[in-house]
C-alpha cells in the first residue's frame, strides 16, 4: 500500500507544529470545518434571534435600539458571505484561514454585544455561559491551525465580551454590573480558550498521525528523488513485487499558494498529465502504472523507475554527442512523439532534461520521453480553455520554445514539439543552446526573430552536412516550413547514409567506459547521477 512517509517533508517531521503554519495535510479539513461552521452560524443566528424574541421580553425591548438588529443581520450577512468566498475559490485555502480567524473574532463580539444589550440589570443573577464559549469550542472542534494563530484567536474572543458590554453601556445607558459578575461572564471563557489551545494541538497531533498511516495503492514511499514546477518525485517500492517505482505527487505548496480556483485546475491538470500519459503505449513514452488520490485530495500516480541520465546531464558532463549517437536518440524520440500526435497530444516541453538515455534490460542508450504535465490536447474543451487562461498562453522552458507557443497562439499542434527537439538536437550535436540570451523574455524574443547560428560556427565537432540540414529546418520560424511530422522527420534520419550508425556495441562500450555504475545497475545511483524519476528532473 502506498503510505505518505515524507520523512522530508517539515510539517510530517514536527507535530509540534510550526508557531504560525499549519501542516499542509491539514488545510482541507480546516476548510471544511470553517464551512460547515459559516453553514451553523447562518442557520443558528436567525433561529436564535426568534426564539429569544418570543421568550424573552427583555431581548424584544433591546431591539427597540438599532445595535442589535445591526448585529444580528452582520453575523448573517458575515456567515454567508464566507460561504461564497469559500464556494467561488476567491482565495488561497492559507488566505482563507488567516481571514477565518478576523470572523471568529467578529462573530465572538457580536455575540457579546447582543448578550450586553439583554443585560439590564447589573445585579442580575449569572446563570450559565456566554455563547461565545460554545463557539470557541466550535471552531476549536472543526476549524484547527496553528498554535500561535489559535492563542491569538483565543485572547481576541475572551476580550471581545468585557469590549462588546462596555460599547452596550454607553449605547443604551446601562448602570455597569460589579466586578464580580463581570469576573463570572470573563473567567469561563479564559478557561476555555486555554483548552481549546489544548484540545487544537491534539486534533492536530492526531490528522498528522493518521496522515502518516495512510495507505493507498501498492506502494511505500522511500526517498525523494526530485521536484519541479508542480510536484515531487519519490523512490516508492511495490509491497509485494522486487521492484521499485516512481511516484509522483502534487507539492502542497504548489496547491495552496493559489487561489482555490487555481488549485483546482491544478489538480485537474495533473490527473490530465496521468491519463494523458497512461493513454500512450509508445515503450519511449514513460510507462504509467497506476494513478489515484490521497484522502486529503493530494493526486498521486506510479511511474517506472529508470535507470539513466538525461541529455541535459549527459552533455553537461561529457560534451557534445556523436552524430550517430544523436540519430539514434532522435529516431526513438519521433517514435514517441508520433504516437502522442496522432492522438492528438502535444507535448510542449521538450528539452534535453526531459529525454532519459537509460539501460532497459540488456539494451543501452534506450530514449525516453518524460513530463507530459504541460501536454496540450488538440481538441480543446473547457478546460483547456480555462488552463490556457491561467497559464497566460504561453507554456514551455524558454530556451526551448516554438516561435508560435513564445507568440502566444492558442493554435499549435505537433510542428512546435518539432521545433523544440530540433533545438534539442542542437545542444546535443554542440554543446550549445541555439539562443544563449540571459533571460527568458529575450530568449523567446530570440526564437520569434532571430536566425540560429550555424552549428559549425558552435562547436569544432564534425557534423554532416544533411544532418545539420535535418536540424536548422526543425528551427524554421514558420511551422508550415518545418519537417511536418515525426515520422517524416524519423524517415528522413533513417535515409541519412553519410553517418556511421550508432550500433549496440558502441553503446555499450560507451556506457561502461563513461558510467560504469549504471551499466552495472547498481541498487544505490552514484551522487551525481541519480536514478531518474519519470516526469521530473533530479536536481543532484
Known amino acids: 500500500m502506498l503510505k505518505i512517509q515524507r520523512a522530508s517533508s517539515d510539517a510530517l517531521e514536527s507535530p509540534g507544529l510550526a508557531a504560525f503554519k499549519l501542516p499542509p495535510q491539514i488545510i482541507d479539513r480546516a476548510v471544511e470545518g470553517l464551512a460547515w461552521i459559516s453553514i451553523f452560524t447562518a442557520v443558528t443566528s436567525v433561529a436564535l434571534t426568534l426564539i429569544e424574541h418570543v421568550l424573552q421580553p427583555e431581548v424584544a425591548a433591546a431591539w427597540s435600539n438599532p445595535l442589535p438588529p445591526l448585529v444580528s443581520a452582520g453575523i448573517f450577512v458575515l456567515s454567508v458571505g464566507f460561504l461564497i468566498i469559500q464556494w467561488q475559490g476567491w482565495l488561497s485555502k492559507p488566505h482563507l484561514l488567516d481571514a477565518a480567524m478576523v470572523y471568529q473574532v467578529a462573530i465572538a463580539f457580536g455575540c457579546g454585544l447582543l448578550e450586553g444589550a439583554a443585560y439590564k440589570n447589573p445585579n442580575a443573577v449569572v446563570i450559565g455561559h456566554s455563547s461565545i464559549a460554545v463557539w470557541m469550542i466550535l471552531c476549536g472542534l472543526l476549524m484547527p491551525n496553528a498554535p500561535l494563530r489559535v492563542a491569538i484567536s483565543g485572547v481576541l474572543c475572551v ?19 460589579p466586578a464580580s459578575r463581570l469576573l463570572i461572564w470573563v473567567l469561563p471563557l479564559v478557561i476555555i480558550a486555554i483548552w481549546m489551545i489544548i484540545l487544537n494541538h491534539r486534533i492536530i497531533s492526531f490528522y498528522v498521525k493518521e496522515q502518516r498511516a495512510e495507505e493507498i495503492g501498492s506502494y511505500s514511499l522511500d526517498t525523494r528523488l526530485g ?58 513514452t514513460v510507462a504509467l502504472y497506476d494513478f489515484g488520490s490521497t484522502r486529503d485530495g493530494s493526486f498521486y500516480y506510479v511511474m517506472e523507475l529508470l535507470d539513466g541520465v538525461d541529455l541535459q546531464t549527459l552533455v553537461d558532463r561529457f560534451g557534445p554527442m556523436d552524430s550517430a549517437r544523436v540519430i539514434h536518440v532522435l529516431h526513438q524520440v519521433c517514435q514517441s512523439l508520433e504516437e502522442a500526435h496522432s492522438t492528438g497530444l502535444v507535448h510542449r516541453d521538450i528539452k534535453p532534461r526531459n529525454i532519459l538515455l537509460c539501460k532497459l534490460g540488456l539494451e543501452y542508450d534506450f530514449a525516453k520521453v518524460l513530463d507530459f504535465g504541460l501536454v496540450k490536447n488538440l481538441r480543446p474543451d473547457s478546460f483547456d480553455s480555462a488552463l490556457s487562461t491561467m497559464d497566460g498562453a504561453t507554456t514551455g522552458t524558454p530556451a526551448y520554445l516554438a516561435p508560435e507557443a513564445a507568440m502566444g497562439e492558442k493554435e499549435i499542434d505537433g510542428r512546435a514539439d518539432l521545433y523544440s527537439l530540433g533545438c534539442t538536437a542542437y ?60 515520422a517524416e522527420l524519423a524517415r528522413r534520419l533513417r535515409g541519412l547514409r553519410d553517418v556511421t550508425q550508432w550500433c549496440p556495441d558502441r553503446a555499450a562500450r560507451w556506457w561502461e567506459l563513461n558510467l560504469p555504475e549504471l551499466s552495472r545497475k547498481l541498487d544505490q545511483p552514484s551522487a551525481d547521477l541519480m536514478a531518474s524519476p519519470a516526469g521530473m528532473q533530479v536536481h543532484a
Do not use: C
Not at 516512481?246 to 502542497?252: G, M, Q, S, T
Not at 496547491?255 to 490530465?272: A, D, I, M, P, Q
Not at 530568449?443 to 536540424?471: F, G, S, W
Open 159 to 177: 476580550a471581545s465580551w468585557p469590549l462588546a458590554y462596555w460599547i452596550d453601556l454607553r449605547v443604551f445607558g446601562y448602570a455597569p454590573m
Open 427 to 486: 545542444f546535443m550535436l554542440t554543446g550549445r543552446m541555439v539562443f544563449e540570451d540571459l533571460t527568458p523574455t529575450a530568449l523567446a524574443i530570440a526564437h520569434v526573430q532571430k536566425t540560429p547560428p550555424p552549428m559549425r560556427e558552435r562547436t569544432d565537432l564534425p557534423i554532416p552536412t544533411r544532418l545539420e540540414a535535418i536540424v536548422m529546418q526543425l528551427l524554421e520560424k514558420d511551422p508550415a516550413d518545418r519537417i511536418p511530422s515525426a
Open 227 to 284: 521536484y519541479g514546477g508542480m510536484g515531487e518525485v519519490w523512490r516508492a517500492k511495490h509491497k509485494s513485487l522486487a521492484r521499485d517505482a516512481a511516484v509522483k505527487l502534487i507539492r502542497n505548496e504548489v496547491l495552496y499558494g493559489s487561489t482555490v480556483r487555481h488549485e483546482n485546475l491544478l489538480r485537474k491538470r495533473f490527473e490530465r498529465e496521468a491519463q494523458a500519459t497512461a493513454s500512450l503505449r509508445s515503450p519511449h
